[in-house]
C-alpha cells in the first residue's frame, strides 16, 4: 500500500522546485485576530506548502518548496520577516527526505 501512495507523489525536482525548507515563526501578539491575519497571509503565499500553527514558544512551523536558495531568501525577507507582527523566524534547509508517509496509514 505504502508504493501506492509514494507512485503518486510528484517528483519536485524534475519541476525545478529543488529546494525544502522549514520556516519556524513566533508572533508579537497571539489574539485570535493576529492569529487569523497571519494564517490569511500564509495561504496567499505559493511557497508554503504546510502550515501548522503550535502551542508553546513557537507559533508556526511552515514547510516551504522554492526553486532555489535565493527564491527562498527573498521569501524570508519579502515577505515573512515584512510582516509586522511577526518577532522572529528561524529557518533550516532540508538536507534529504528520510520518510515520506501519508498522515493516516493506508493498508
Not at 42 to 71: H, K, N, Q, Y
Amino acid at each position: 500500500a505504502a508504493d501506492v501512495y509514494r507512485d503518486q507523489l510528484l517528483d519536485e525536482s524534475r519541476l525545478r522546485e529543488d529546494l525544502a525548507a522549514v520556516a519556524v515563526v513566533s508572533l508579537h501578539h497571539q489574539e485570535d485576530a493576529d492569529l487569523r491575519d497571519f494564517e490569511a497571509r500564509i495561504a496567499g503565499w505559493d511557497i508554503v506548502r504546510t502550515a501548522w500553527m503550535m502551542s508553546g514558544d513557537i507559533d508556526f512551523i511552515l514547510e516551504c518548496v522554492a526553486p532555489t536558495l535565493s527564491a527562498f531568501h527573498v521569501f524570508v525577507l519579502d515577505h515573512l520577516v515584512a510582516v509586522e507582527n511577526v518577532d522572529t523566524v528561524r529557518t533550516a534547509l532540508t538536507i534529504r527526505e528520510s520518510k515520506h508517509a501519508p498522515r493516516i496509514p493506508i493498508d
